[in-house]
């Protein structure tokens, strides 16, 4: 009997597992976890667990990997990377793709040796197409935890894009959480080989900063702060695109964009896109709508009448800092020239 258990076929244990996922009432991902220990029955229920866990619809496997407490405590993590650990040892010749892995400095300061060994094993172990790493402002005197960590590193494959994000909830700015440990990171960040930047509410160290020198595209979220992104401007001189993502109209001054368009001569595509609260929601309005938003929050637009607000008085004050519209974004790239 046992053998035959062992030896379903592969339709009926997806559709064991499928139920497995489905069938806790309080957290569903208790459900994911039940799939992680069927997957030690022997090889065949792994690889199958393995594919179901991971495929690009459901995704349960990296939620696994990152879903996290308010407390900022990964409970399903230590499971899911030992059952990585146990795929890779069986042999399968298919990579281990992961479309999203958080590393979180806060775990590995807190909990230490399991979690940064969790954490080095994910990204020795797997091809991550998005790591976004989370820094924390209080980390000033942890500098040799995150420094040992650091050493005992291996990134074989560098994630295809890097996303930076600031832990500071008092208070909504451009964080400096990283300044704290600069060059302790700086080194890791250059084994990234990072060309695809996301830069959430914080502002990295200038050690850091040459480490993402040959940073092709970036984008910036909320970030209001234009001697700040010169100057980031200035660090990456290999940039082609890049997106600022607002949300704060109020910052949208003629000093800002004009400030913004002097800088971004050699980049190629420089748009600010206007978003929602949420990470990109794009704005669900009419250019109209969104350009009644612009002119309430910029004062220094001069109208061509006393009539309401045009499509015109709006484009001529974007043309006078270099700017052109498309809808709901502001394009600061050069216009090209007619053949």
Same mark, same amino acid.
């Given at each position: 009997?046992?053998?035959?258990?062992?030896?379903?076929?592969?339709?009926?244990?997806?559709?064991?597992?499928?139920h497995?996922?489905?069938?806790?009432?309080?957290?569903?991902?208790?459900?994911?976890?039940?799939?992680?220990?069927?997957?030690?029955?022997?090889?065949?229920?792994?690889?199958?667990?393995?594919?179901?866990?991971?495929?690009?619809?459901?995704?349960?496997?990296?939620?696994?990997?990152?879903?996290?407490?308010?407390?900022?405590?990964?409970?399903?993590?230590?499971?899911?990377?030992?059952?990585?650990?146990?795929?890779?040892?069986?042999?399968?010749?298919?990579?281990?793709?992961?479309?999203?892995?958080?590393?979180?400095?806060?775990?590995?300061?807190?909990?230490?040796?399991?979690?940064?060994?969790?954490?080095q094993?994910?990204?020795?172990?797997?091809?991550?197409?998005?790591?976004?790493?989370i820094?924390?402002?209080?980390?000033?005197?942890?500098?040799?935890?995150?420094?040992?960590?650091?050493?005992?590193?291996?990134?074989?494959?560098?994630?295809?894009?890097?996303?930076f994000?600031?832990?500071?909830?008092?208070?909504?700015?451009?964080?400096?959480?990283?300044?704290?440990?600069?060059?302790?990171?700086?080194?890791?960040?250059?084994?990234?080989?990072?060309?695809?930047?996301?830069?959430?509410?914080?502002?990295?160290?200038?050690?850091?900063?040459?480490?993402?020198?040959?940073?092709?595209?970036?984008?910036?979220?909320?970030?209001?702060?234009?001697?700040?992104?010169?100057?980031?401007?200035?660090?990456?001189?290999?940039?082609?695109?890049?997106?600022?993502?607002?949300?704060?109209?109020?910052? #949208?001054?003629?000093?800002? &964009? *004009?400030?913004? %368009?002097?800088?971004?001569?050699? +980049?190629? =595509?420089f !748009?600010?896109?206007?978003?929602?609260?949420?990470?990109?929601?794009? #704005?669900?309005?009419?250019? &109209? *709508?969104?350009? %009644?938003?612009?002119?309430?929050? +910029?004062? =220094?637009? !001069?109208?061509?009448?006393?009539?309401?607000?045009?499509?015109?008085d #709006?484009?001529?004050?974007?043309?006078?800092?270099?700017?052109?519209?498309?809808?709901?974004?502001?394009?600061?790239?050069?216009?090209?020239?007619?053949?």
């Amino acid at each position: 009997m046992s053998c035959s258990f062992r030896r379903l076929p592969l339709e009926l244990l997806y559709e064991i597992f499928y139920h497995l996922s489905v069938s806790s009432d309080l957290d569903p991902l208790d459900g994911c976890a039940a799939i992680l220990n069927a997957g030690y029955v022997n090889r065949s229920w792994m690889y199958v667990a393995f594919r179901y866990l991971n495929s690009k619809d459901a995704q349960y496997l990296v939620k696994l990997l990152n879903w996290k407490t308010p407390l900022r405590q990964y409970r399903h993590r230590a499971r899911a990377v030992k059952f990585l650990r146990a795929v890779h040892r069986s042999g399968f010749s298919e990579k281990i793709n992961i479309t999203s892995f958080t590393l979180d400095f806060h775990s590995i300061v807190s909990a230490k040796d399991s979690a940064a060994d969790d954490i080095q094993t994910v990204l020795k172990l797997c091809h991550i197409k998005r790591l976004e790493i989370i820094f924390d402002a209080d980390f000033g005197k942890s500098k040799d935890c995150i420094n040992q960590f650091l050493r005992d590193i291996e990134v074989p494959c560098p994630p295809d894009v890097v996303h930076f994000s600031a832990y500071c909830p008092q208070r909504r700015c451009q964080c400096c959480c990283a300044k704290g440990y600069d060059h302790q990171i700086a080194s890791f960040i250059k084994s990234l080989k990072v060309t695809s930047l996301v830069l959430q509410q914080m502002q990295p160290g200038s050690a850091t900063l040459a480490a993402l020198r040959n940073t092709r595209d970036l984008a910036l979220d909320r970030c209001a702060d234009s001697s700040f992104i010169a100057h980031i401007l200035q660090q990456m001189p290999y940039l082609k695109t890049v997106r600022l993502y607002q949300d704060d109209l109020s910052a #949208l001054s003629s000093k800002f &964009l *004009a400030r913004l %368009a002097a800088n971004t001569g050699y +980049i190629k =595509d420089f !748009r600010i896109r206007l978003v929602n609260n949420n990470w990109n929601d794009e #704005l669900g309005e009419n250019s &109209l *709508a969104v350009m %009644a938003r612009i002119q309430q929050q +910029i004062p =220094d637009i !001069r109208r061509s009448s006393d009539d309401d607000f045009t499509e015109l008085d #709006l484009d001529r004050f974007l043309m006078e800092t270099g700017i052109r519209r498309n809808g709901y974004e502001l394009i600061l790239s050069p216009t090209p020239c007619p053949a």
